[in-house]
């Protein structure tokens, strides 16, 4: 039979009463698991503004982890009873802190953050929780062990800070390791490249990691569990009456998170769509029962009448803008540029095109790297080179959304009505995803806008 892959993130991980949930749902699937869990939550962020210290501030250091320890030292003496896995846990816990205080010690005496430090220190709030968890689970009388990346060789492409899984190098390995009658409890968030160094695959990246578990082992559905709602119509922050979404298509869920929905990590479904392994998103807030999924994406989308299912923004956009008279038809310019972008290990999101003028979509964090990396090139057809941060980037995600006419005529009519310019456009680079950006403090409204023209919700008109 084949195994179910299990997550819970660190918002399932707040508090004492969270973990007894969890522990609770854990033991209600009643069968052997694959459990991949994320750190405690606000632990990851800690470990990086501790690294982050630890660069030119020593007793950084000492304080902040003698917090950490305290607070997991409690955990375990609360919540385990028995004494030889109260015993154990420590131990191991102890070696653990014992190394990442090192790492954190290197930084300071280096003063900087070499980014495979970087990676392992920020991959140590997983390896706290996976142990704690496991030995949680095992005083609850559960058949379970740890089994970490490197163990069961989760081989990746070696990139710190944004890794992806090589199958080939891994499918084999995971699916053996896993292959055994115990429940196996896993760090997210971190592969080991081949030379096996730990690799980070980028913040949220414990649901990357579950994926490509399930993919590794064919699972029977990936089960990520959540303390909201799985998708919805749109974010409930920013539009008064929402709906929650039962089905969606792989495409579907990857473009929503492409373009921000902060459900799933946004290449959580690659994994998954060749082999068709479903994944079930649960609120842990409304249900403990495992056949209650929230959210199921998988093959079977439902087609609604008016298409569009969800719009969702992302702040993560910018535009680098080259502009020249002639840069629309002049051989090798894009070329150049993408080639530098590439040696420089920037990711653009988008490239849209005119004749006088190149329009570069990228993440905030590459817009100045990028804005070197293209003066440095010295091209004489460009003339000036823009950069624009202060936007939004809106989609609108639907199946059939290029088939059915006047779809996207109705979304742009509904945001212009309201007054808001939209600085691009982009329909027909996806066959479910319609975009266009906007200035940020035009966002709010124009999601309402589109959400009111497909939810007809007259509170937001
Ligand atoms: N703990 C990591 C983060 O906060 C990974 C994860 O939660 O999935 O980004
Ligand atoms: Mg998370």
């Given at each position: 039979m084949?195994?179910i892959?299990?997550?819970?993130?660190?918002?399932?991980?707040?508090?004492?009463?969270?973990?007894?949930h969890?522990?609770?749902?854990?033991?209600k699937y009643?069968?052997?698991?694959?459990?991949?869990v994320?750190a405690?939550?606000g632990i990851?962020n800690?470990?990086?503004?501790?690294?982050?210290k630890?660069?030119?501030?020593h007793?950084?250091?000492?304080e902040?982890?003698?917090v950490?320890i305290?607070?997991?030292r409690?955990?375990?003496?609360?919540?385990i009873?028995n004494?030889?896995?109260q015993?154990?846990?420590?131990?191991l816990?102890?070696?653990?802190?014992?190394?990442?205080?090192?790492?954190?010690?290197?930084?300071?005496?280096?003063g900087?953050?070499?980014?495979?430090?970087s990676?392992i220190?920020?991959?140590?709030?997983?390896?706290?929780?996976?142990?704690?968890?496991?030995?949680?689970l095992?005083?609850?009388?559960?058949?379970?062990?740890?089994v970490t990346?490197?163990?069961?060789?989760?081989i990746?492409?070696?990139?710190f800070?944004?890794?992806?899984v090589?199958?080939?190098a891994?499918?084999?390995?995971?699916?053996?390791?896993?292959s055994?009658?115990?429940?196996?409890?896993?760090?997210g968030?971190?592969?080991?490249?081949?030379?096996?160094?730990?690799?980070?695959f980028?913040?949220g990246?414990?649901?990357?990691?579950a994926a490509?578990?399930?993919?590794?082992?064919?699972?029977e559905?990936?089960?990520?569990?959540?303390?909201v709602?799985?998708?919805?119509?749109?974010?409930?922050?920013l539009?008064?009456?929402?709906?929650?979404?039962?089905?969606?298509?792989y495409?579907?869920?990857?473009?929503l998170?492409?373009?921000?929905?902060?459900?799933?990590?946004?290449?959580?479904?690659?994994?998954?769509?060749?082999?068709?392994?479903?994944?079930?998103i649960?609120?842990?807030?409304k249900t403990?029962?495992t056949d209650?999924?929230y959210t199921?994406i998988?093959?079977?989308?439902?087609?609604?009448?008016?298409?569009?299912?969800?719009v969702?923004?992302s702040?993560?956009?910018?535009i680098?803008?080259?502009?020249?008279?002639?840069?629309?038809?002049?051989?090798?310019?894009?070329?150049?540029?993408?080639?530098?972008?590439?040696?420089?290990?920037?990711n653009?999101?988008?490239?849209?095109?005119?004749q006088?003028?190149?329009?570069i979509l990228l993440?905030?964090?590459?817009?100045?790297?990028?804005f070197?990396?293209v003066a440095?090139?010295?091209l004489?057809a460009?003339?000036?080179?823009?950069?624009?941060?202060?936007?939004?980037?809106i989609?609108?995600?639907?199946?059939?959304?290029?088939?059915?006419?006047?779809?996207?005529?109705r979304?742009?009519?509904a945001v212009s009505r309201?007054?808001?310019?939209?600085?691009?456009?982009?329909?027909?680079?996806?066959?479910v995803?319609?975009?266009?950006?906007?200035?940020?403090n035009?966002?709010d409204?124009a999601?309402?806008a589109?959400?009111?023209?497909?939810?007809n919700?007259?509170?937001d008109?």
């Amino acid at each position: 039979m084949s195994k179910i892959v299990v997550k819970f993130g660190g918002s399932n991980l707040r508090t004492q009463q969270d973990i007894e949930h969890v522990l609770s749902v854990i033991r209600k699937y009643n069968r052997p698991l694959v459990v991949v869990v994320s750190a405690f939550y606000g632990i990851t962020n800690m470990l990086e503004e501790m690294l982050f210290k630890a660069q030119h501030d020593h007793s950084a250091i000492g304080e902040n982890l003698d917090v950490l320890i305290a607070k997991k030292r409690d955990m375990i003496f609360t919540l385990i009873k028995n004494k030889d896995i109260q015993n154990s846990a420590r131990e191991l816990l102890d070696i653990r802190i014992k190394a990442l205080k090192r790492y954190l010690q290197g930084v300071n005496y280096i003063g900087e953050i070499p980014p495979f430090v970087s990676d392992i220190v920020m991959s140590f709030g997983e390896r706290l929780s996976a142990a704690i968890m496991t030995a949680l689970l095992q005083d609850r009388g559960v058949d379970c062990e740890e089994v970490t990346p490197e163990d069961m060789q989760l081989i990746t492409d070696g990139e710190f800070g944004n890794a992806e899984v090589d199958f080939s190098a891994s499918s084999e390995t995971v699916r053996n390791r896993l292959s055994g009658e115990k429940t196996a409890i896993v760090p997210g968030f971190y592969g080991v490249s081949k030379e096996g160094k730990v690799t980070l695959f980028g913040r949220g990246g414990s649901d990357y990691t579950a994926a490509s578990i399930a993919s590794c082992i064919n699972a029977e559905s990936l089960d990520i569990w959540k303390d909201v709602d799985g998708f919805r119509t749109a974010d409930p922050k920013l539009v008064a009456e929402t709906h929650g979404i039962h089905q969606l298509t792989y495409t579907e869920a990857a473009e929503l998170a492409y373009f921000g929905a902060k459900i799933l990590h946004p290449r959580t479904v690659e994994p998954l769509m060749a082999q068709r392994i479903p994944v079930m998103i649960f609120n842990i807030a409304k249900t403990e029962l495992t056949d209650r999924p929230y959210t199921i994406i998988s093959d079977n989308g439902t087609r609604k009448d008016d298409i569009i299912k969800s719009v969702t923004y992302s702040d993560d956009f910018c535009i680098l803008k080259l502009e020249g008279p002639g840069v629309g038809n002049k051989p090798g310019i894009l070329a150049k540029v993408t080639r530098e972008m590439d040696h420089k290990g920037i990711n653009i999101k988008s490239v849209i095109t005119s004749q006088t003028s190149i329009n570069i979509l990228l993440g905030l964090k590459d817009l100045q790297p990028a804005f070197q990396a293209v003066a440095g090139l010295k091209l004489t057809a460009v003339k000036t080179i823009i950069t624009e941060d202060d936007l939004s980037v809106i989609a609108a995600v639907g199946e059939g959304l290029l088939e059915k006419h006047g779809i996207a005529v109705r979304m742009f009519g509904a945001v212009s009505r309201r007054g808001i310019n939209m600085e691009i456009i982009s329909v027909g680079a996806s066959q479910v995803a319609a975009y266009f950006i906007v200035r940020r403090n035009d966002r709010d409204e124009a999601v309402k806008a589109i959400h009111a023209e497909f939810f007809n919700n007259p509170k937001d008109k």
